[in-house]
């Protein structure tokens, strides 16, 4: 089995590796693709995100050409369809990976063991492999040949945005890192700068990291705020409007769409401006609500983070894709049979502040999620930029996924990893908000505060509004977002 | 009398002395409706209107209401320059008519002004009003033309007319006497029905119910004043097609790399283009030369856009085929963006992908870079070009409103303006004109002409219909 990378480290090393994170200003690219100029450049995989980051090295005027494994070949699999149709060269490994001065592992994770082990005997000395996400290094301990060179390029987007976003003329915001074990040559940073540039990164935000940073953190947002508590959140609020007699039509509609519609006020001014769209009364509920919430589940954020940080999560869900999967597709399949799921999006008309209105325990439920992921993992020693695209920046990708397809697509979509720590989550949550839910009525889901007046005291609402623009995810997301928005969108 | 019936143009073509023809005209003039006819230069405003007067050969079609009937000839007052010409013109030749020996004075004003009229009452209140009548005993071609002009007004209005027509009524007045013309035609409008000839939209009085736009010697739409769309979009398509159109200079500071003139924009060698294994293009040779104009045609489905799409670096099957464009072999090391810094692209499905919340400005601004929305900062310089593009659109106050906000036509007519901002050496347009109303094809249309006439740029235009020719494209080219 695996030798988890991280605890071999000793602490100070630990918490160094953990609290890298600085967002590089778009001067720090003056080069461009220089670095990769004229080196071969061999993909592993062509899924999405695989195909999206070929298309756009080739444009940014790279040498890119995919490798697969014979039987994709042989049985003409999409892989093999969507590299050829894009007219790419595509070839086995032993064809191209001997040829490749760099290449890029972009298969999923729970492929990269038997990925790499494959490939590392084929590879040039002194080439370069890049992973998108550091788990194979950091929490199954994968060592690399020592005259190669190992970094990470991480487009924090779903393939497709990768693609839409460079061709726009943009790109998505980019994780880069060094594996400092393996930088013989001190080209890393070099080559990682070159290849976000490549798929248009620069242009959205690159954040420099570690792999171990990069790790710990995108496990434990995905697993709780992003797809965990949008899931659970999602079941227990259908369930309760159904309970107390809500059109199930437009509860499922209040619920698919909702996510969406709140975190894209989230988006463009953090959790402040997100509850800025509530009425004062609702606004005052809702923050009441979040904190009930916070107290209840903080020591289960506090959990999962432990248990990323010390490597409970990975052991226990390898161990489960040793196992067939058994626990991860019986928990894929119980979702699809959850009513919620089944009960398909009434034909009424939402409008967009009704979401807001009528979903004030959704608003509650992303806040509450948003503030604890970034509490529990800067109180891990993660700096707070890494935080915050963790947690608050992503919200809104995974709940655009809900809105396509609802929970069962979300976690089609999502990564094997993210969609397991998401059942967890799931599963210890739903009972553990059981209590809560009891005194939950259709004045904060559903119906919205019946109001004939919208009156406050004023002293508590000061209050909320200074708390609200006090939390730590707020200061910092004025920052990065400050820094988005001066490079890109004019929005 | 007043006019009791309409006058109706069915189908008509009329022929001016082989100089102009008006064509296929239907048009219906309701007693109650006052209509301005309005359109470029030599579009043939005047002489519609001079056919109410009863100018021109009929060849074809038929005109009501105006030809006596039951014995009765309706009155038309006409005030126009080619009119004030024509009488001005008798008088000189009076003039030269020296058979008497004696210099002649010509004809002295009051004999021109009360000579057959048909209400001298009003023609001397009128005469006084205008601040003529000190000069009624001088000769009439002595007068200035802004005199003549308000003569040949008197003339008109104190005729008892039926109908009015008056080509440009304003041009020349005073200020003075152009407020008093306006009030004395605001008496009018009840009894009758006025036809005017006006260029500009801010001398449309506010009582006229009906705009009609000609071109070329065809009347291409009829408007109602109530229609604010309708009349927002005709002020538009007029600004466009009447003022002194200079496209705005391109910006010295990002200018392209200068291309090797001896060498075409474009050349495709055997391009084929496949999906699955079917061959949508197979075995293509092309190439664009500079400054040349194509037109490409093809049925739907015959590559039309896969092709275009190759040039400008948007196919991935262009990674796959023998292209050079631009001094560049494709997949040599060059990136996209070096390719399409040297094109200017319109399609349809740049506008569905337009989407967001970006302004106007800032979509011509995008075109410095490329890219669909704004990422990058832009000069001061740039966006002073940005403005003037939007003042040649006439949309000067709307730079900061939102581009999905706008109508189909004028979005079509802001990514035109996004293509030519950096004056690309190749302008590619797919279909402008698809899915716009009559009026936006005339802009669109008269946009694209106006960039064509410029030089330095090669057109690719792809389109449909025949009627949507652009002057100037010389070669053509059909796929399928």
């Known amino acids: 089995m695996s030798n988890n990378y991280f605890n071999t480290l000793p602490l100070r090393e630990q918490l160094e590796q953990l609290a890298k994170c600085r967002f590089m200003d778009i001067s720090e690219f003056p080069d461009g693709v220089e670095a990769l100029k004229g080196k071969k450049i061999v993909v592993i995989g062509c899924g999405a995100q695989g195909l999206a980051q070929g298309m756009n090295l080739r444009d940014s005027g790279c040498d890119v050409s995919y490798t697969l494994r014979q039987a994709a070949i042989d049985e003409k699999r999409q892989s093999w369809k969507s590299a050829t149709e894009n007219g790419f060269t595509v070839g086995t490994y032993e064809e191209l990976i001997p040829t490749a001065d760099v290449v890029l592992n972009l298969t999923p994770d729970k492929q990269h063991t038997a990925v790499v082990n494959a490939i590392m005997p084929l590879m040039k000395q002194g080439a370069c492999l890049s992973y998108s996400h550091g788990f194979n290094i950091v929490e199954e301990g994968m060592k690399i040949r020592d005259d190669l060179t190992v970094i990470m390029v991480a487009p924090k987007c779903p393939g497709s945005e990768v693609r839409n976003e460079y061709v726009r003329g943009f790109g998505v915001p980019t994780l880069i890192a060094v594996h400092e074990d393996n930088d013989p040559k001190g080209e890393g940073l070099a080559l990682a700068k070159a290849y976000a540039v490549g798929t248009g990164g620069h242009k959205a935000g690159v954040l420099m990291s570690s792999f171990i940073a990069e790790v710990k953190s995108d496990l434990m947002g995905e697993q709780t705020i992003l797809c965990g508590m949008l899931q659970t959140g999602s079941l227990l609020c259908f369930d309760k409007m159904i309970e107390e007699g809500i059109d199930a039509g437009y509860a499922s509609k209040l619920i698919q769409y909702g996510w969406e519609t709140i975190t894209e006020a989230l988006k463009y001014g953090g959790v402040t401006n997100m509850l800025d769209r509530l009425s004062n009364p609702a606004k005052i509920k809702c923050f009441d609500l979040a904190e009930e919430l916070k107290q209840i589940m903080r020591p289960l954020y506090n959990k999962h983070q432990d248990d990323i940080i010390n490597g409970t999560f990975s052991r226990v869900m390898m161990e489960d894709w040793a196992n067939d999967d058994v626990n991860l597709l019986g928990w894929r399949a119980e979702t699809a049979e959850t009513a919620f ?138 920052v990065l977002r400050g820094h988005m928005a001066d490079m890109k969108k004019i929005v | 009398m007043t006019l009791s019936h309409p006058i109706r143009f069915d189908d008509l073509t009329v022929n001016f002395d082989d100089r102009f023809q008006l064509n296929h005209i239907n048009w219906q003039i309701e007693p109650q409706q006052h209509w301005v006819i309005t359109g470029t230069n030599g579009a043939g405003k005047s002489a519609l209107a001079a056919v109410l007067t009863g100018a021109g050969d009929i060849v074809s079609g038929t005109l009501d209401g105006i030809a006596p009937s039951a014995g009765i000839t309706p009155r038309v007052g006409l005030v126009s320059f080619e009119a004030q010409a024509v009488l001005i013109e008798t008088e000189r030749k009076k003039d030269d008519a020296d058979i008497m020996d004696v210099i002649s004075e010509g004809t002295p004003v009051y004999e021109i002004l009360f ?259 704004l990422y990058t900062r832009c000069t001061d310089r740039q966006k002073t070009i940005a403005n003037e593009w939007l003042a040649l659109l006439g949309m000067s106050d709307r730079g900061d409103e939102i581009f999905s906000k706008l109508s189909y036509g004028d979005q079509r007519l802001l990514l035109i303006a996004r293509a030519m901002v950096k004056h690309p050496p190749l302008l590619i347009l797919d279909e402008p004109c698809l899915g716009l109303d009559d009026m936006n094809r005339q802009m669109v249309l008269a946009l694209i002409e106006k960039i064509c006439a410029g030089s330095g740029i090669s057109v690719i235009y792809v389109n449909h219909h025949p009627e949507d020719k652009i002057k100037g494209i010389e070669n053509y080219i059909s796929l399928g």
Not at chain 1, 424 to 447: E, Q, S, W
Not at chain 2, 162 to 174: A, C, I
Not at chain 2, 200 to 222: C, K, S, V
Not at chain 2, 238 to 249: F, Q, W, Y
Request: proline share 4%; glycine share 6%; aromatic share 8%.
């Open chain 1, 341 to 478: 799921e089944k009960t398909p999006a009434g034909d009424v008309e939402i409008s967009e502040q009704e979401y807001f209105d009528n979903g004030i325990l959704m608003v509650a439920m992303v806040k509450a999620g948003v503030e604890l992921a970034f509490e529990t993992m800067t109180a891990a020693g993660i700096i707070a930029d890494s935080a915050y695209y963790e947690s608050l920046h992503e919200t809104p990708l995974i709940a655009n996924t809900i809105a396509r397809k609802k929970l069962y697509e979300m976690n089609a979509t999502i990564s094997d990893t993210a969609e397991y720590g998401c059942y967890l989550y799931n599963h210890a949550c739903l009972p553990l908000l059981a209590d809560f839910m009891k005194d939950i009525k259709t004045d904060v889901i559903g119906k919205g505060l019946k109001l004939d007046d919208l009156g406050v005291d004023n002293a508590r609402l000061i209050e909320v509004n200074a708390e609200l623009r006090a939390h730590p995810v707020e200061a910092i997301g004025t």
């Open chain 2, 115 to 373: 000579e057959d009229c048909q209400d001298i009452a009003l023609a001397k209140e009128l005469a006084d009003k205008f601040d003529l009548t000190k000069l009624l005993d001088r000769s009439f071609r002595k007068l200035s033309t802004g005199e003549s002009r308000k003569v040949m007004l008197i003339r008109a209005l104190a005729s008892k007319p039926d109908l009015l027509v008056l080509d440009e009524p304003f041009d020349g007045l005073d200020t003075h006497s152009l407020a008093m013309l306006q009030a004395h035609l605001q008496t009018l409008i009840k009894t009758v029905p006025m036809v005017m000839v006006l260029n500009r939209f801010d001398e449309f009085p506010e009582f006229i119910t009906h705009i009609a736009y000609i071109d070329q010697g065809q009347l291409q739409l009829q408007v109602q004043r109530d229609d604010a769309t309708a009349f927002d979009e005709l002020y538009k398509l007029l600004h466009l097609k009447t003022t002194d159109l200079t496209v705005p200079a391109p910006d010295p500071d990002t200018q392209t790399p200068a291309l090797n003139p001896g060498e075409p924009l474009v050349r495709l060698t055997d391009l084929t283009i496949k999906y699955d294994d079917k061959k949508i293009i197979d075995r293509l040779n092309w190439t664009v030369e500079p400054n040349q104009h194509w037109q490409l045609s093809g049925p739907n489905g015959s590559g039309k856009t896969g092709l275009l799409s190759i040039i400008n670096g948007d196919h991935p099957q262009c990674y796959v085929n023998d292209i050079f464009v631009f001094g560049f072999k494709r997949g040599s090391g060059e990136s996209i963006w070096q390719i399409k810094q040297f094109i200017g692209y319109v399609s349809t499905a740049l506008q569905w992908e337009y989407k967001g919340t970006t302004g106007l400005r800032n979509v011509i601004l995008s075109g410095f870079h490329d890219s669909n929305g």
